[in-house]
């Protein structure tokens, strides 16, 4: 399988179903994306237009569907350490300490190399001396952290983040989203962020899809030719936003703070 | 609020020990005057303080020490061998669907037995020694635990489980780290519930047939018209199990001490 130049992640004519006892819904329609190495890419979308679904189908959590999901030239069919994935919920094992929770995806046999890569990436993500603390000694941004340093201990050649900061008070997803930039240049990790923030999704990507419910499409591809790091408030930036929220609400008044 | 609280004289502490001990002393107390007022004959229930007489009694001679400490023995070794039993089976079986289908029909129909219905065939198979005691003590304690352990494996949360797929986390170690913790709180609970069981099963035994333990000395109180020991060992049984429990609750404290701030989320 050969994949457009310069592109990691190739998504071409994806169908999802749910087959449900009583009907059939169609989560994906023919879903066509190319997703360049280091890329930053973010995902809005209505709750429920099969954004999560996507991420799962890229993640290999989800293998019976239709058409092509190609990374780096192999079909994905199921989970590899390829791909690392940060859900709205941190899902840390809350009897493991914080260091135990970021080693969880690495294997035994690392011997002293271990610790140091579980010490790095708790550093990587700002928690440095919290490494024995248990996960519910920590805030909700604390948790997301380690999350994230778990998903990225294999070094992981794509990071799918679903909603990650989505339950997160407004002050501590800002600081998040610089964290995850910090993270992005650091590691030249390729992401893909689902938000339903416009504002987030400007501020974090270099193209924002825009996808649309029932069945899930994707409606547009918005890119964010901006310099970074990007001044929210800046006319481009406020421009772009306004042509996001103008896909969700035709032609209603624009309120100041765009989320969906 | 706040005005009210200020004119209040006794402590919170003393509010709160008090409150225990309201119901225990009324009862004492009305127990200790309806039999002096001669409304409740002494070989039906004697007066409280005769009991304590009896208490102190039997503890000076040595003879409550004894018994209660025969059944202390069976109660843990019956209880300890089914904790084991059914914590080992209890994860074989709830990882392996094969052994689950191997081993559920006979368990689905030992299970509704009532420990105490095998005595008899238990008396003939161990005797009348602490072997058939142990046996049905162990029968009664091993299905809570049993049970639990497998309902805990069972309810194993699918987003660990997602988690860990992404990460390619080996099997030996999922079961290690996720599954088996997950699974602690249901053995407490099991365990927890297969020591009231235990405490039947003993007592029952112990009645039925022995020469020695609290259920020994209550059966033989009661041939002997001592209301008053009768009392007395059921009492004990009552402390005694009691304190068992709070251990346990603080061994469940201190393995599962995470819990206390996840059943939020
Ligand atoms: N396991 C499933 N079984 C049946 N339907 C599902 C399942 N997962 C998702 N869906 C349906 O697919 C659609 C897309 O869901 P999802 O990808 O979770 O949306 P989003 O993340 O954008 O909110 C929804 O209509 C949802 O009900
Ligand atoms: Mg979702």
């Known amino acids: ?260 | 609020m706040s005005v009210i609280r200020k004119y209040q004289f006794v402590s919170p502490a003393v509010k709160r020990v008090s409150q225990y001990l309201i119901l225990p002393v009324a009862i004492l107390v009305i127990w200790q005057l309806l039999s002096q007022a001669g409304l409740i004959k002494p070989l039906i229930l004697p007066p409280p303080t005769k009991v304590a007489g009896a208490f102190w009694e039997l503890l000076s001679s040595g003879q409550l020490p004894k018994h209660i400490w025969i059944s202390i023995l069976r109660v843990s070794e019956g209880f300890g061998l089914a904790a084991l039993v059914g914590i080992v089976m209890g994860i074989g079986i709830g990882l392996s669907r094969t052994l689950d289908r191997l081993t559920d029909l006979v368990i689905q129909v030992l299970r509704p037995i009532p420990p105490i219905a095998w005595i008899p065939l238990a008396i003939l198979w161990f005797g009348i020694d602490e072997l058939s005691k142990i046996y049905i003590i162990f029968l009664g304690a091993f299905f809570p635990v049993f049970v639990n352990v497998i309902e805990g494996i069972r309810n194993t949360d699918q987003r660990f489980i997602e988690v860990a797929r992404i990460l390619e986390v080996p099997r030996w170690k999922l079961i290690r780290q996720v599954v088996i913790p997950g699974v602690l709180p249901y053995i407490m609970t099991g365990l927890r519930v297969s020591l009231g069981v235990a405490w039947m099963c003993v007592v029952a035994a112990e009645l039925i047939a022995a020469n020695q333990g609290v259920g020994y000395l209550i059966n033989d109180a009661r041939q002997l018209s001592q209301t008053d020991v009768v009392l007395v060992g059921m009492i004990t049984i009552g402390v005694t199990g009691k304190v068992m429990d709070s251990m346990l609750k603080r061994l469940e404290n201190r393995l599962v001490g995470w819990k206390i701030s996840y059943s939020g989320d």
Not at chain 1, 174 to 200: C, G, P, S
Not at chain 1, 211 to 237: E, N, Q
Request: proline share 4%; net charge positive; with cysteine.
């Open chain 1, 1 to 260: 399988m050969q994949s457009p130049a310069g592109s990691t992640l190739v998504i071409q004519n994806l169908n999802k179903k749910f087959k449900t006892r009583e009907n059939e819904i169609i989560a994906l329609q023919d879903i066509n994306l190319n997703i360049h190495q280091g890329e930053f890419i973010s995902i809005v979308g209505r709750s429920g237009c099969g954004k999560s679904t996507l991420l799962r189908v890229i993640a290999g959590l989800e293998n019976d569907y239709e058409g092509l999901v190609v990374l780096g030239n192999k079909q994905i069919s199921r989970p590899g350490l390829d791909r690392g994935m940060v859900f709205q919920e941190h899902r840390l094992l809350p009897w493991l300490k914080i260091k135990d929770n970021v080693a969880f995806g690495l294997a035994d046999n690392l011997g002293g190399e271990k610790i140091r890569i579980v010490q790095e990436h708790i550093n990587l993500v700002g928690l440095t001396g919290f490494e024995k603390a248990y996960p519910h000694q920590l805030s909700g941004g604390m948790a997301q952290r380690v999350a994230i340093a778990r998903a990225l201990v294999n070094r992981p050649q794509v990071l799918l983040l679903d909603e990650p900061f989505g339950a997160l008070d407004a002050l501590t997803r800002i600081q998040m989203q610089q964290e995850i930039l910090r993270i992005w240049e650091a590691e030249k990790t390729t992401m893909i962020l689902v938000t339903h923030d416009i504002d987030e999704a400007v501020y974090l990507g270099d193209r924002v899809v825009v996808m649309s419910s029932r069945p899930g499409t994707v409606k547009k591809i918005v890119p964010v030719a901006l310099a970074r790091p990007r001044d929210r408030s800046s006319y481009d930036f406020i421009q772009i936003r306004k042509a996001i929220y103008s896909e969700f609400f035709a032609d209603a008044e624009k309120p100041f703070a765009y989320a969906i």
